[in-house]
């Protein structure tokens, strides 16, 4: 079991399939609810508005040394080794997050991570959005013209090894509709929420009411 008292969400998704915009859009919905952030061991890449990814936001960037050091010493719910560069959630961050007053939080891995967090508590939910289908995603990437044609191509053939994982997560989204999707990964998390395990505090204070009555 995982020891941290906020309720944590797993959201996957095919490349270029619209989950970090779902993600996004939930949380300002959702104040109580906080996006775990990953550390890598790469240097930052710039973004689509020429900007770079910044530090906290979007990674945390650190050494190999470091993030190895960290590893032995179980800092990371999950980590991969992908093309010569380190990813990992740091559980250290989650308890921030924690402590900062956040009673779920979101975790954008993929298809390895998932299996590793639900290794660790299968109670864990574990969504995974989904396309109309590799065409669109095609589509929706050649309109962004904003990639090259072979990072397209890389990009439908990454989603396409991410797919055969699907039919292990417990709940599939499609995003045909933006706001659908997002209406339905919202309703997914509002209904975690409403777990037993999550709400041991209001029942503690309902039954303490019933005792009183007695009295």
Known sequence: MINLKAGLVILSAPSGCGKDTIAARVLKRMPEA???????T???RPKKNGEYEKEGEDYFFISEKEFLAR??????????????TWYGTPLSHLRCLEEAGKEL???????????????????????????????EVRRRLIARES????????????????MKCSYIYDY??????????????YHIL???????????ALLDRVNATYQEERQ
């Open 42 to 44: 790469r240097a930052p």
């Open 172 to 185: 599939v989204v499609l995003n045909d509709d933006l706001d659908q999707a997002v209406e339905d990964v």
């Open 147 to 162: 990639e090259e044609a072979d990072e397209v191509a890389r990009r439908i053939e990454k989603g396409r090894e991410q």
């Open 105 to 135: 939080i979101i975790l954008i891995i993929e298809n390895l991570g998932m299996m590793q967090v639900k290794a660790l508590d299968a109670s864990i939910p574990a969504v995974f959005i989904v396309p109309p289908s590799a065409g």
């Open 71 to 84: 590893a032995a010493a179980g800092d990371f719910l999950e980590s991969a080794y992908v093309k010569g």
């Open 34 to 40: 906080g996006l775990a952030v990953s550390c890598t």
């Open 190 to 200: 509002r209904a975690h929420q409403h777990r037993t395990r999550y709400q041991k």
